[in-house]
């Protein structure tokens, strides 16, 4: 499904205080596309990631998904919104930690009707041997690919990726980029990914850089490379 934004305005604090974060976005991420929202530190590209995943509020404008439009629900219907569109894939894997990694799996499986095959998945994933371990027994890029499973098993419209290799280092970072690339080839899934990372933008169909709450370029990206060959 498309993902369209219109006039996304939001600020933080009041009086002398009020900052404001997000100042007008406009843009289309298109349906099965890879989408890089690029920009330093408070520039609002995680601000505006939060307010498509139904996280925070928008102070005005519209954020719709197919025919879902954002702003005209009540908070059982964005509940349901999330649970049916999106996945989330964080910076912090946020995993449950007494949980085994195909359970964690599955907690992200009780959320969908239509989930995929928790067993295929972590296959693909490359966690199979792993499937029992519990996150503290596992490398850095093992808990962000569970953390991946878990998004990507609902099956979602959309995946969201806020720094998802900001905690690892370079070869891992690599790793994580390709399975990423790889579940956008393989299910179809939106991927949106927020970065400061320039390097990353190369991989992606869409580019929208952000600075100071705007859009400053929104292009498509007509000399795609794959995730194995970046560098930075």
Same mark, same amino acid.
């Given at each position: 499904?498309?993902?369209?934004?219109? #006039?996304?305005?939001?600020?933080?604090?009041?009086?002398?205080?009020?900052?404001?974060?997000?100042?007008?976005?406009?843009?289309?991420?298109?349906?099965?596309?890879?989408?890089?929202?690029?920009?330093?530190?408070?520039?609002? !590209?995680?601000?505006?990631?939060? +307010?498509?995943?139904?996280?925070? @509020?928008?102070?005005?404008?519209?954020?719709?998904?197919?025919?879902?439009?954002? #702003? @005209?629900? $009540?908070?059982?219907?964005?509940?349901?919104?999330?649970?049916?569109?999106?996945?989330?894939?964080?910076?912090?894997? &946020?995993?449950?930690?007494?949980?085994?990694?195909? %359970? @964690?799996?599955?907690?992200?499986?009780?959320?969908?009707?239509?989930?995929?095959?928790?067993? %295929?998945?972590?296959?693909?994933?490359?966690?199979?041997?792993?499937? $029992? !371990? =519990?996150?503290?027994?596992?490398?850095?890029?093992?808990?962000?690919?569970?953390?991946?499973?878990?998004?990507?098993?609902?099956?979602?419209?959309?995946?969201?990726?806020?720094?998802?290799?900001?905690?690892?280092?370079? $070869?891992?970072?690599? #790793? +994580?980029?390709?399975?990423? %690339?790889?579940? $956008?080839?393989k299910y179809g899934n939106t991927v949106i990914i927020v970065t400061h990372n320039?390097? =990353?933008? &190369?991989?992606?169909?869409?580019?929208? !850089?952000?600075?100071?709450?705007?859009?400053?370029? @929104?292009? +498509? &990206?007509?000399? !795609?490379?794959?995730?194995?060959?970046?560098?930075?």
């Amino acid at each position: 499904m498309q993902l369209e934004l219109k #006039e996304i305005y939001k600020s933080f604090g009041s009086g002398d205080n009020k900052t404001e974060v997000l100042k007008g976005i406009s843009c289309t991420v298109e349906e099965g596309s890879m989408c890089v929202l690029l920009g330093p530190s408070g520039s609002g !590209k995680s601000t505006l990631l939060n +307010i498509i995943g139904g996280i925070e @509020n928008a102070d005005s404008g519209s954020v719709s998904i197919g025919d879902d439009v954002m #702003e @005209n629900m $009540n908070e059982k219907q964005l509940s349901q919104y999330r649970r049916r569109h999106l996945g989330y894939v964080f910076q912090s894997y &946020n995993l449950i930690p007494n949980l085994t990694v195909k %359970e @964690n799996i599955e907690v992200g499986a009780y959320l969908s009707d239509e989930p995929l095959d928790v067993d %295929e998945l972590m296959k693909s994933l490359g966690l199979w041997e792993h499937r $029992n !371990k =519990i996150p503290n027994q596992l490398s850095g890029g093992q808990q962000q690919r569970t953390a991946i499973g878990r998004a990507i098993v609902k099956n979602p419209d959309i995946l969201l990726c806020d720094e998802p290799t900001g905690a690892l280092d370079y $070869n891992t970072s690599k #790793e +994580i980029l390709k399975l990423i %690339e790889e579940v $956008n080839q393989k299910y179809g899934n939106t991927v949106i990914i927020v970065t400061h990372n320039d390097a =990353i933008k &190369n991989m992606a169909d869409r580019v929208i !850089k952000l600075r100071d709450g705007q859009i400053r370029k @929104n292009e +498509i &990206n007509k000399q !795609k490379i794959p995730a194995a060959d970046l560098d930075w």
